[in-house]
């Protein structure tokens, strides 16, 4: 875009008189600051560096204040992106110095170095109740030792067969109790077994039906080798394994591997002597598991390495998950924690005001403190600005709402007999309780669903919460507010 002549003018002429200014600007600053300067030598010395101490104070009131207003938010919690030992370790740590209990997680840990030494290669073993899960095991590993065991406080037993195979390695199936032991649906125990693994196996003596298949699919996403075992096969034939395998794989894919076995067994059958008669008894049933075990072989001489990995990886995952469910609980209550701290100290402002009023609440010291430990225990970062907003759309809500308030605060305090005529004080403060108990807990829920300070939705919160069981909780803080009078 071309220039006229008489702007290009106008636009020199702004440009020289601009430099101007900033040339006399700064000749007179320097001017002025060596006349300071020659008369502060004039002076006595105890009277100069009296001077430069007061000077140098400011400055270094002004550079504290400055750094308190821009440092970074410090959370109880760093959380790191990348899930290995060392970062869960840090974080377990950092959790323990927060103040929360690990020990649990830290065992999760320990056992999971200790698989790592012993050596030995865990496969959970899943499947519905009488579809031969046992009895596979027993086949496969006849000469095994049985350890049962109860995990997590639970009364469902898991049993554990070690086994040293031909090849040297020495396993360790896990038979983990089925969908219809634990209520319709694989329990966190049962998927922790999962995660703890290195192979899963999950046994079938059918089709797979629509609680099987989703039963897989959580299992398929730990990210293990997982062979579908397909049990009783002596009642099909060739030909029906084909159309089983291919409408199997063509709901889970070709990632999962498929086994026929035959658990053995007893069953029956008629028995005709030489006179004629007939007799039913029971004889034991041929097991048949040689395809199983050669595949377990070979997902462990082929992916040795990388089974211990995946094993690890997700583990830390689940440390890591439990860790954050657990900071998420923490967070939370310690978040209420510090909202009812806050509240009682507006209560006790409140009952020490000589003219109590609304704004000194909301647009108090107490107000900005509480939003900002919030802020900082959610490691959340936030402005003055963003405290001020969410303040300012607050009262508005808030200032409809002052008469009901009142009138619920005395109402509260009227329940309490032997308190007399209940003054104005008693009144503001219940009603202060009200506000600030509100104010806060609509901080805390709009942390937790949004991860920011958003002021007007957080108002908006304040505004839906401030209206909650009135009554009940104005006798909540009414009692607060006689037992914080009787303290004072």
């Known amino acids: 875009m071309k220039i006229g002549g008489k702007l290009k003018a106008l636009l020199a002429l702004g440009v020289v008189i601009i430099t101007l200014l900033l040339l006399l600007f700064i000749f007179f600053t320097t001017r002025s600051a060596l006349d300071v300067w020659d008369r502060l030598q004039q002076l006595p010395d105890i009277v100069f560096y009296g001077y430069l101490l007061a000077i140098g104070f400011i400055l270094l009131v002004a550079l504290v204040i400055l750094y308190k207003l821009f440092r970074p938010q410090h959370s109880l919690f760093r959380s790191s992106e990348k899930v290995d030992k060392a970062s869960i370790l840090k974080e377990l740590e950092q959790a323990k110095a927060a ?154 894919g070709e990632s999962v591997t498929i086994a026929f076995t035959q658990s053995g067994g007893m069953e029956e059958v008629v028995k005709i002597y030489a006179d004629g008669r007939e007799e039913t008894v029971l004889r034991p049933r041929k097991a048949y598991v040689e395809e199983l075990a050669e595949k377990l072989q070979d997902e462990i001489d082929t992916q040795a390495d990388l089974l211990e990995s995946l094993r690890d990886a997700s583990v830390f995952v689940l440390v890591k998950q439990k860790l954050d469910s657990e900071k998420q609980a923490f967070q939370h209550e310690k ?121 007007a939705p957080a108002s908006l919160t304040f505004k839906e919460m401030l209206g909650e069981n009135l009554e009940s909780r104005a006798k909540l803080f009414a009692r607060l507010v006689l037992d914080s009078s009787k303290e004072k």
């Open 99 to 252: 103040g929360m209990d690990t020990e649990v997680l830290h065992q999760e840990l320990a056992t999971l170095q200790q698989r790592k030494e012993a050596g030995s290669i865990h496969i959970a073993v899943f499947g519905d109740v009488s579809t031969g899960k046992s009895s596979i095991i027993k086949a496969l590993l006849p000469e095994a030792q049985i350890e049962t065991h109860v995990r997590g406080g639970s009364t469902q037993k898991i049993s554990e067969y070690t086994w040293r195979s031909r090849s040297g390695d020495q396993l360790i199936l896990t038979d983990l109790p089925g969908r219809n032991e634990v209520g319709g649906m694989l329990d966190d125990m049962v998927q922790d077994e999962a995660i703890r693994a290195q192979i899963v196996l999950y046994v079938t003596d059918t089709d797979l039906t629509r609680h099987q298949f989703e039963d897989i699919q959580v299992l398929k996403s730990f990210g293990k080798p997982l062979i579908l075992v397909v049990n009783k096969s002596d009642r099909i034939n060739e030909e029906e394994k084909g159309q089983l395998r291919e409408r199997i794989q063509g709901r889970m």
């Open 335 to 455: 978040g209420l924690s510090i909202v009812r701290h806050s509240t009682r100290k507006a209560i006790l402002g409140a009952l020490a005001s000589v003219s109590p009023g609304t704004d000194l609440v909301i647009q108090g010291a107490l107000a900005t403190l509480m939003v900002r430990d919030l802020c900082r225990l959610y490691d959340v970062p936030v402005r003055q600005l963003d405290i001020d907003n969410f303040i300012n759309f607050s009262q508005g809500y808030m200032k409809k709402s002052i008469p009901l308030l009142l009138a619920v605060a005395g109402n509260g305090l009227k329940a309490f007999p032997g308190i007399g005529t209940v003054s104005g004080g008693l009144v503001h403060a219940v009603a202060y309780g009200i506000i600030f108990d509100a104010l806060g807990r609509a901080i805390v829920q709009t942390l937790e669903r949004r991860g920011k300070l958003k002021a």
